[in-house]
């Protein structure tokens, strides 16, 4: 593949730093890191909401190069403060920070995370009243009022939303059916990558056999385990470098986010035809990610008034158009539905998120065979 001769690499996919990041969650790398179902009851304390104000400097904890520049800076000027941004390449890495006492004024947790968290007590309530903007994702009849994964919405604002399907090359394959059963096509053998994560490839094997994505049955991991044995021959590599593997040409078909295709045919191909997406008939994981206020947080006003800005549809757009991933802001995603209109499969509605095809939290014991037959997949 050429690339368009302005740019420089291609930037890393952020959702391939997620890589071994639930590998590492499955095998309990994190002493005392044990899991309990998202449905169980929490009665862990609640700090109050702080005020929209600034008290401090930000302290920003997010994936690196996760919100533009130009957002950033812009919030810089506008309010007089530095933000002082670090950054993790796992979930696993944001929690042991956090588990450790670390102090950081926000951080972007994935859905099931603002669980574990929330069910430990280490987040800070979020009171929309305080924000200017929450009517942007907190309107009647919104999704985000009361998401499995926060009920009422407490301590958590929407980021980001991606769902996960296939892109693929049309100028190599012309026999794509829209099933995930794609993942195993003849005339890509040897150019199909199916993504390095035990979630995404457990999931993808089990809406194809009609199953939860979450499943921990016994007897279903051992379909499952068959059915990714079975694509062994096809593969070229289990990879979540999705985005390089295709600009270098290495991929044919690519088992991929959302948001990283369409930087990839946007962004980054000199022919965006020769690529397209599509999410499969049988389903597809859809997932979101979130603000959250750590409940050590030094400087929680200046993280209200931080989340606030960014829910700003003027930001939300910028934000977009950097990393071609949709901001859930109501006023800014006609602007995600024109940037994604030559492959409206990538778009994200907010009501994609209304199934039941999203990575829970799960208990240890469940865990730890979805764990087994993922590592008896990568060994086979």
């Not at 796992?90 to 929690?95: A, D, Q, R, T």
């Not at 049955?217 to 593997?245: F, V, W």
């Not at 979805?370 to 086979?380: L, Q, S």
Request: aromatic share 12%; proline share 6%.
């Amino acid at each position: 593949m050429n690339l368009r001769p302005d740019l420089e690499v291609p930037r890393p996919s952020r959702r391939s730093l997620l890589t071994g990041a639930l590998a590492l969650g499955a095998s309990f790398a994190l002493p005392g890191c044990a899991y309990i179902r998202d449905d169980a009851p929490t009665d862990a304390p609640l700090p109050p909401s702080a005020k929209a104000e600034i008290d401090g400097d930000l302290v920003y904890f997010n994936w690196a190069d996760y919100l533009a520049p130009s957002v950033v800076k812009g919030f810089q000027k506008e309010y007089g403060v530095e933000v002082i941004e670090s950054n993790y390449d796992s979930m696993e890495g944001m929690y042991a920070k956090l588990a450790a006492g670390n102090q950081y004024d926000i951080v972007f947790p994935i859905a099931k995370w603002v669980v574990k968290l929330r069910q430990e007590g280490k987040l800070r309530s979020i009171d929309p009243a305080e924000l200017e903007n929450a009517d942007q994702v907190f309107y009647s009849g919104s999704y985000f009022n009361d998401p499995w994964y926060d009920p009422g919405s407490k301590v958590s604002v929407p980021f980001t939303v991606y769902k996960t399907g296939i892109g693929w090359r049309t100028d190599k394959v012309s026999s794509m059916t829209n099933s995930w059963k794609d993942l195993w096509n003849d005339e890509a053998r040897g150019r199909i990558f199916t993504l390095d994560d035990q979630d995404e490839a457990l999931g993808m094997a089990a809406l194809l056999l009609g199953y939860d994505v979450n499943t921990a049955a016994t007897s279903e991991l051992d379909e499952i385990k068959d059915l990714l044995l079975s694509q062994k021959e096809y593969l070229r590599a289990y990879s979540s470098d999705d985005i390089n593997n295709m600009t270098s040409g290495d991929a044919w078909i690519h088992h991929m986010w959302s948001g990283d295709f369409l930087y990839l045919r946007e962004a980054l191909a000199d022919d965006p035809t020769s690529f397209d997406f599509q999410a499969p008939d049988e389903g597809v994981p859809i997932n979101s990610d979130t603000y959250a206020i750590p409940e050590n947080a030094r400087h929680p006003g200046t993280a209200m008034l931080f989340i606030d800005y960014l829910l700003r549809p003027e930001n939300a757009i910028e934000n977009m158009n950097y990393l071609f991933y949709p901001f859930p802001v109501k006023d800014a995603l006609p602007a995600f539905a024109d940037l994604a209109k030559s492959v409206p499969a990538c778009n994200v509605e907010v009501s994609d998120l209304e199934n039941e095809n999203v990575f829970r939290l799960l208990a240890t014991d469940e865990v730890q065979r979805r764990a087994a037959v993922w590592t008896e997949v990568k060994a086979g």
